[in-house]
């Protein structure tokens, strides 16, 4: 089971930590997706087993981190330099796998997701 959180209302140009705990079982590969009204989910980073290997959309590259901590059976996405268009739920998601993915059927749990709203 994953868990969400942190996500709340910033302004333009703030920050926001989200974390994903896990629980219930050992999750490997995990990655952060985002839904924005009437689009679809899109991979916003992910992250492999070990930490040593990331992805992130081009649209928040040098932005976001995502990191984890597997003692805490954490995720974390930080995100900084917010704008609006980053305005969405996130979710985050799991597997079984130790590799990521930036495809959502890669991912066997997801969390309940939490929103991030930014303002102009």
């Known amino acids: 089971q994953l868990q969400a959180y942190g996500g709340g209302l910033v302004q333009a140009g703030g920050s926001l930590r989200l974390s994903c705990a896990a629980s219930g079982r050992t999750v490997y590969g995990m990655g952060w997706f985002r839904q924005a009204p009437g689009k679809e989910r899109d991979v916003v980073a992910a992250i492999t087993w070990s930490g040593t290997s990331t992805y992130y959309a081009d649209s928040v590259k040098g932005r976001f981190t995502i990191s984890r901590d597997n003692a805490k059976n954490t995720m974390y996405l930080q995100m900084n330099s917010l704008k609006p268009e980053d305005t969405a739920v996130y979710y985050c998601?799991?597997?079984?796998?130790?590799?990521?993915?930036?495809?959502?059927?890669?991912?066997?749990?997801w969390g309940q997701g939490t929103l991030v709203t930014v303002s102009s």
């Open positions: 998601a799991g597997s079984t796998s130790s590799g990521y993915s930036r495809d959502s059927s890669y991912y066997n749990d």
